[in-house]
């Protein structure tokens, strides 16, 4: 289990800085032209496609799609690094330029993607799965089309209705497989129709989640839960679960800051008083106020669900957020 804090955001003009310098040799770089993230219109390509995934998050539900007709790099797969303040590397900056297709997820999550393809000065088509949200049309208000492009805040992070953690929400997965078969059934035309079919196959295993998910809405109705922070949220509100963690705290958590004493002790006040049935728990952004709000949690008797960002060693994305849905459903069956 990986433990730090996470660092403050990087800028993005100095990732555009590096990607410059790093992709000198493919495109030219200029700060006073404007840049774009918007994806290029896929043409058919000879040779190999490659795809690069800002996560293996994403490399794995790309890969799903692809199968064996495409290679597939993730750029952060170490559970110990943390998309939102990610530097990129020259290498990451000239994989991404020379990428068949780049998928990341979007919203500010991992601005380091979007900072290079604004500054390659090549349109390398992309999918960007934020974007998604409002294609999930089972989804309530908060991920209708006009939240989905409410902007980032300067931390990179979309607070409020909106959370840049869409791969907690299934059918958002789903939606971004069925767009990465488009892209690649426009750059591989001669194998479309197994693209199609790939993303069609992971969009029915994508029930094997949802199964959970609405199994723990009709159990547990409205049941209160707390985390450390908003990484799960989708995962709660499809599970029409209450989280009544303090704003502040779930925020200052995920922007590398402390939280107030209030917010702390009325989040502890949540596990002592009994008032939630189950704490959510990000193993790869610990420090001494989570690991102290876990450690009441278990005190009192309250189960932790942990969650992760990045995919686990060995675990397909199915694999990976059917479990997180499963133990959310054991934590709650044994706190009645």
Not at 201 to 230: L, S, Y
Request: charged share 20%; net charge negative.
């Amino acid at each position: 289990m990986s433990s730090f804090h996470r660092p403050s955001r990087v800028k993005s003009s100095a990732l555009i800085g590096l990607t410059c310098a790093a992709a000198l040799a493919l495109t030219a770089c200029s700060s006073n032209e404007p840049t774009s993230t918007e994806s290029a219109p896929a043409n058919p390509v000879d040779g190999p496609i490659t795809i690069v995934a800002s996560t293996n998050v994403w490399g794995s539900v790309a890969e799903a799609v692809a199968g064996n007709l495409a290679t597939v790099k993730s750029i952060i797969a170490d559970p110990s690094a943390d998309p939102h303040s990610y530097e990129a590397s020259p290498g990451d900056a000239a994989a991404v330029a020379e990428a068949s297709l780049v998928v990341y997820n979007g919203g500010g999550y991992d601005q380091f993607i979007e900072d290079i393809l604004g500054s390659e000065g090549k349109n390398v088509p992309s999918v960007d799965a934020f974007t998604l949200l409002d294609a999930d049309h089972d989804h309530d208000s908060e991920t209708t089309s006009e939240a989905a492009t409410e902007p980032a805040t300067e931390d990179g992070h979309s607070h409020g209705d909106v959370n840049e953690h869409v791969w907690y929400n299934a059918e958002v997965a789903a939606h971004t497989a069925e767009e990465i078969a488009d892209k690649l059934g426009q750059l591989d035309p001669d194998n479309a129709a197994q693209y199609t079919a790939n993303a069609d196959a992971f969009h029915e295993q994508i029930h094997a989640i949802t199964d959970v998910t609405d199994r723990i809405a009709a159990e547990f109705p409205n049941a209160p839960v707390a985390q450390t922070e908003p990484i799960a949220h989708y995962l709660l509100e499809e599970s029409d679960l209450d989280d009544r963690t303090p704003e502040d705290f779930k925020d200052s958590i995920e922007e590398g800051n402390d939280p107030s004493p209030a917010s702390i002790a009325a989040t502890r006040d949540l596990f002592t008083s009994k008032s939630v049935r189950a704490l959510v728990y990000n193993t790869q952004t610990e420090d001494a106020v989570t690991q102290d709000i876990r450690t009441t949690s278990e005190a009192a008797g309250i189960p932790v669900v942990e969650v992760t960002e990045t995919l686990p060693a060995g675990m397909t994305f199915i694999e990976w957020q059917t479990k997180a849905a499963t133990d959310l459903q054991a934590a709650l069956s044994t706190n009645p």
